[in-house]
């Protein structure tokens, strides 16, 4: 059955469309209050909002987050650097803005998709980090 699949590249999304489009939608369990995505978004955003010098929009539909970093107050000019100085440090690994053709080096990305005990362990060490943190 396998080989008879791989004849057409769209087979296995000729699979799902039927589901995908009238199909149960198990979405709806994760992304509504009480829902592991919902929680895990709402937790992540809190807790970037709360650390000194870094602010997030709250997202509505992606499973990510592209927070803010003040740049000054923390003489980020090179923010490859930063995340990787982070990774060293507390081996959390962010992505820094500019690989996402962000032009200047005050963002960064997260995603959301990690347990809510996971994103609490990470930023609460982001937190830590960026308390001492000052870029030569």
């Given at each position: 059955?396998?080989?008879?699949?791989?004849?057409?590249?769209?087979?296995?999304?000729?699979?799902?469309?039927?589901?995908?489009?009238?199909?149960?939608?198990?979405?709806?369990?994760?992304?509504?209050?009480?829902?592991?995505?919902?929680?895990?978004?709402?937790?992540?955003?809190?807790l970037?909002?709360?650390?000194p010098g870094v602010s997030c929009v709250k997202p509505r539909g992606a499973l990510y987050m592209f927070p803010k970093i003040d740049a000054r107050r923390f003489n980020?000019?090179?923010?490859?650097?930063?995340?990787?100085?982070?990774?060293?440090?507390?081996?959390v690994l962010l992505v820094q803005g500019t690989a996402f053709n962000w032009p200047w080096p005050d963002h960064f990305r997260i995603v959301t998709l990690p347990r809510v005990d996971d994103i609490e362990l990470s930023l609460s060490k982001f937190a830590r980090f960026l308390s001492?943190?000052?870029?030569?």
């Open positions: 059955m396998l080989a008879s699949m791989r004849l057409c590249a769209n087979v296995p999304a000729q699979h799902a469309i039927q589901t995908a489009l009238g199909g149960y939608q198990s979405i709806s369990e994760f992304i509504t209050p009480g829902g592991r995505l919902y929680e895990q978004r709402n937790r992540a955003w809190e970037i909002n709360d650390i980020i000019h090179d923010d490859q650097k930063m995340v990787l100085d982070f990774l060293l440090q507390e081996k001492g943190y000052h870029q030569l």
